[in-house]
C-alpha cells in the first residue's frame, strides 16, 4: 500500500438516483400528448456494498484525489500511470470497505468516545509537535480540510482505536518465552557498542594526476608515517612542516561505530587501540594515515534491560497480524460486494 493510505479526508456521502425518470402527458382533443421528454442522468453510481450501506463513486474520487494528484504530478509514462492509479483505487477501495465494516461494529458494540477526549489528543499532538493552535489551522487549511472535519476525524480514530484495542490489542499475550527467545536470536542487537574517535592526515590526489604524481605523494605519506613510528605525536605533525604542505590536508573526524566506517577502514581499525595509527591507506581520493584517539564501548544490555524493549517489538509485529485477520474474519462475516 502507498504510504499514507490510512489517513484520508472526510469521505462525503453523496449517493443520488442512477436514473431520474419523468413523464409528463396533458390530454386534448381526447389523446394523450407527451410535452415532456424522458429526461435521464446518471450522476453517481455505487461501487461497493457493504452489509446495508453503500459506498459511491463520488465517495471514492474524493478519497483518492490526492493520489491521483500525486501519481499525476510524477510523471510516469501513460502506460504506468494507468496501472498505478488502478492499484490505488482498488487500495483505497479496500480501506473504505473496512472502514465501514469497522464503523458498522463500534455501533453494534457501542462504543463512544467523549469530547473531552477529542480535546485532549489534539492537545497532546500539538505539544508533541510543539505547535500552536493556530500553526495547526494553517496547517489543516493548507491540506483543504476545516478544523472542524479534523475533530471529526480524530473522534473516529479513537473511537476505532478502542475497537481495535477491545478485539485484537487486549487478546495478545507475550510470554516470558518468547521475551527470552527473540533476546537470544539478536544478541547483537543488546550487544555493547564500541565507537572509534578518528583523526587523519591526507593528500588529494587529482584525477588527471600523472604516475609520478602519485609516488611523489606516497613519499611524503611514507615519510610521515616514518615519523609517527618514531615516536612523533600525531598533534606534532603540522602540514607546514613537509616540503609538499600545501598537498596535505586531515583533521578531527569524530566518532564512528564500526559499522559506519567504509569497508577498506572498517578492516583496517578493526583491532587497533586508542593512540595507534593505520598503515598508509590509499583511497580513491589519494592517500591518508588515521589515527585512532580513543575507543569507548557502551555495555550491552542484559536480557532484565532489554525486556520492555523486546516485550514492544513483538507486540507491534503481533498486532498488525491479528488486526488484518480480524479485518478478514470481519469481512468474512459480513456481505460485502464490489461493483465494477
Known sequence: MLPGLLHSHKHIFRLQCLLILTLAFVYAAGSVVPITAIAAEIVDRIVAVVNNEVISLYELNQTMAPY???????????????????????????????????????????????????????????ESRKITDEELRKALSGEGLSYEDYRKQTKQQLLRARLVNREVRSKIVITDQDVKEYYEQNLTEYAGEKKYHLRNIFIRISPMATDADRRSARNVMEAILSELKAGKSFDALDKNETELGQQLDGGDLGDFKQEDLSPSLRVAVENMNAGEFTPVLEEPFGYQIVYVEDVSETAGKSLAEAYSEIEDKLFNQIIDQKYQSWLQTLRDRSHVKIIN
Open 68 to 126: 491521483t494528484q500525486k501519481v499525476k504530478a510524477s510523471q510516469y509514462p501513460v502506460d504506468v500511470e494507468r496501472q498505478v492509479l488502478f492499484e490505488v483505487r482498488n487500495q483505497v477501495l479496500n480501506e473504505l470497505i473496512n472502514q465501514k465494516l469497522t464503523d458498522q461494529e463500534l455501533k453494534q458494540q457501542n462504543i463512544s468516545v467523549s469530547e473531552r477526549e477529542v480535546d485532549s489528543t489534539i492537545e497532546r499532538l500539538k
